[in-house]
Nanobody, 115 residues
Framework: VQLQASGGGLAQAGGSLRLSCAAS????????MGWYRQAPGKQRELVAA???????DYADSVKGRFTISRDNAKKSVYLQMNSLKPEDTAVYYC??????????WGQGTQVTVSS
């Protein structure tokens, strides 16, 4: 399984960004897709996850601001990030798996939020 993420960049606090991730390869093995992030000096954390059936889960720090969605036909997952805060600055990784979204990892995409 290969995951190709795009959409990172620079945003001002209060602004929005949308991350996209396209999956290819043996995607029949994927049930859960998600986004992790890692900020400098911090542990990697799961930001959001979505199952093939559409069930979602979010980190408390992003609830109400971020929305994860999935297009099974396009084999893609998206992360809409609104009301961005400087503490959202991190490298974001698209991930996928069977039970947990941590078996397959895409390359990271940088998100920087300025105050």
């Amino acid at each position: 399984v290969q995951l190709q993420a795009s959409g990172g960049g620079l945003a001002q606090a209060g602004g929005s960004l949308r991350l996209s991730c396209a999956a290819s390869g043996s995607i029949f093995s994927i049930n859960v897709m998600g986004w992790y992030r890692q900020a400098p000096g911090k542990q990697r954390e799961l930001v959001a996850a979505i199952t093939s059936g559409g069930s979602t889960d979010y980190a408390d720090s992003v609830k109400g601001r971020f929305t994860i969605s999935r297009d099974n036909a396009k084999k893609s997952v998206y992360l809409q990030m609104n009301s961005l805060k400087p503490e959202d600055t991190a490298v974001y990784y698209c991930t996928a798996g069977i039970i947990q979204p941590n078996s397959y990892w895409g390359q990271g995409t940088q998100v920087t939020v300025s105050s």
